[in-house]
């Protein structure tokens, strides 16, 4: 079965002979480390560009990996998931090591859920589905906009949503396309736009957190990407930050109010900070020179505050600030949400918004006269499995 799930992932060629081998990455381990206690050649890891190192850099503890061994426990590949899209794999043939970032293979399919709220939206949408992941991103979507509390029962909830499904299991958290909440029979709604943020009927941006511009950069030298495929090279790239070329020394300031969670080391990025913030946000910023007085883990910072200064330490070819941006372990592209005040779409790019939301209020119309209900989900394994 484990090698058949195999091939599925990496459609490559592999040996029968072979056993493959699931763990969780360790806490404090880095790209290096596992190939030195793996015995894989340490050049593998200087000899990779700059992207890549710093991709390396975001495999977040505990996640899931598989390595493939064989019967004489020669390793021959290992996969290691970046985020919900992309995968390092690396691969030894003749003891020829190659490293590779492949996307992670997923189906996608929209359902449509809509109930009658009995208990609360919350676990109305878990008794109807099962999908504990799918009342929490629910939740996440109208909590800046709406009181749950002044709900009455048999308000109706439709959602639309994208749901993830790897090797037969749910896998990520699903994407709320459009919600309603009726709230004493009026509808609030939200519609996730092509910026990834939620909007509301009036093209208002209706999320809680926003960045401040944490540096004053003189361009953005390299943007957010989650996997293209690049044609010259012939591989897939991925970049999950915004990188902000600026002179050594200038001021790093939080991009909100938060708590320290890391500042350190952190391998390919040099010197890092990471807040966290409120609503499961976390903001991630390397390569610094420097930290400011007093910055250490478990500090409260006001956002504006100065934690640290420009530089170019871990792998960097110029001083400049790699700013990432994370909600819960999902990173998304900083530069949407970096801006001082709450953003409303404006002419035209809110005409075309407002065709787009009027085509879901229908379809939730629709749904509202259908009571919809999706299939169950079956087990309470939620979380990003990759086996
Ligand atoms: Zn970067």
Known sequence: MFRLVFVCLVLGNFLFASSMIEQNWEKGET??????????????????????????????????????????????????????????????????????????????????????????PYQDIINATNNYLLAHEFIQAFQNSINFKALQKGDKVVVFYTKRTRLGKQYASPLIQAAMVELRGRPHFVFRYNDDRFYDVNAKEIEGF????????????????????????????????????????????????????????????????????????????????????????????????????????????????????????????????????????KGKEKEEFLRFSEGYKQKIQTALLEQNTPQKEKSFDYMVALE
Do not use: C
């Open 31 to 120: 790209l290096l480390t596992f190939f030195e206690k793996n015995s894989i050649p340490l050049s593998l890891y200087y000899d990779l560009d700059r992207e890549d190192q710093e991709l390396a850099s975001e495999i977040v503890a505990d996640v899931k990996f598989l390595m493939l061994k064989s019967d004489e426990g020669v390793l021959e590949q290992v996969l290691i998931p970046i985020g919900d899209e992309l995968q390092i794999h690396i691969t030894n043939t003749a003891d020829k090591y190659e490293f590779t970032t492949i996307p992670i293979a997923y189906e996608q399919s929209d359902e449509v859920l809509s109930v009658q709220t009995a208990l609360s």
């Open 210 to 345: 926003f960045l401040a511009r944490p540096v004053n950069f003189t361009r953005i030298s390299s943007s957010f990407t989650y996997k293209r495929w690049h044609p010259v090279l012939k591989k897939y790239r991925a970049h999950l930050g915004v990188d902000y070329a600026a002179p050594k020394g200038t001021p790093i300031k939080a991009a909100g109010d938060g708590k320290i969670a890391f500042a350190g080391t952190k391998n390919g990025y040099g010197k890092t900070v990471t807040i966290n913030h409120q609503d499961s946000y976390k903001t991630l910023y390397a390569h610094m020179n420097g930290f400011a007085q007093g910055i250490r883990s478990g500090k409260w910072v006001k956002k504006g505050q100065v934690i640290g200064y420009v530089g170019s330490t871990g792998l960097s070819t110029g001083p400049h600030l790699h700013l990432g941006l994370y909600r819960g372990d999902r990173a998304i592209n900083p530069a949407s949400v970096v801006k001082v005040t709450k953003n409303a779409l």
